[in-house]
């Protein structure tokens, strides 16, 4: 009995990671206060974001991709990643794509003192001002804490996660998230995928296959500030 009892729990712990209802995104995003996790729309459109850039190699291949399939999206830039690469994200902007705030190095932000946490964010913040404005911040690994939400909005970013996340940072099968984002594609949903290395080159390979499977739904790939700016 107890084994049955627990296949079913895992099962059903399968099932929603598999198929977040929105009721299960809006609870966790009323349980923890301060980010966007999705827009209420019926309009079709959905955010794409895309963390952890720039990559010399991965990113120019995102952006074809983005070109290619008349798509816009979030890039959650890290600054230390920005030396030698500031034609990159030039380009980026020029483009139409939006930069966004992931802080100075991939790592926990949760684990940082709070004013570790706002050093970072503001030492971030002055490398991507020379690009274009600069209205949204991602913690790294996507925990946070009331402080550092306090501190988020002391300098006027918003916060924003996601609705579909694909576990694109630990899984490394395209075709996997191809199908999760498929599966979950829904009006006002934010898209979580990463750039960098071997990771970024998987995410071409996810926008190859699903930017026009989206479009041809009648979906538009667009920024976070655009979806939010919808509702």
């Not at 070109?67 to 030396?83: E, M």
């Not at 026009?212 to 790939?221: C, D, H, S, T, W």
Request: aromatic fraction near 8%; charge should be positive.
């Amino acid at each position: 009995m107890g084994w049955a009892v627990a296949g079913l729990v895992g099962l059903a712990l399968v099932t929603l990671l598999w198929s977040p209802p929105d009721w299960l995104i809006d609870s966790l995003a009323a349980l923890r206060p301060g980010c966007v996790y999705r827009a209420q729309l019926r309009a079709p459109l959905l955010a794409l974001t895309i963390d952890d850039g720039p990559d010399p190699v991965s990113t120019p291949l995102i952006l074809a991709e983005l070109r290619q399939h008349d798509a816009h999206a979030t890039f959650f830039l890290i600054s230390s990643h920005l030396a030698g690469r500031e034609q990159l994200v030039r380009d980026l902007v020029a483009a139409g794509h939006e930069l966004g705030n992931h802080l100075t190095r991939d790592e926990p932000s949760i684990r940082l003192p709070p004013a570790r946490f706002e050093q970072a964010l503001l030492e971030s913040d002055r490398a991507l001002a020379a690009y274009g404005p600069v209205r949204w911040m991602r913690p790294g690994s996507g925990w946070y804490s009331r402080a550092m939400m306090d501190i988020i909005h002391l300098h006027q970013y918003r916060c924003a996660l996601g609705s579909i996340y694909p576990f694109d940072a630990t899984l490394p099968w395209p075709r996997f998230s191809v199908s999760y984002i498929r599966r979950n594609a829904r009006p006002g949903a934010i898209v979580i995928l990463h750039d960098g290395g071997a990771r970024g080159l998987r995410t071409a390979r996810v926008l190859r296959s699903i930017l026009p499977e989206l479009r041809a739904k009648g979906y538009r790939v667009v920024t976070l500030s655009d979806l939010v700016g919808a509702v």
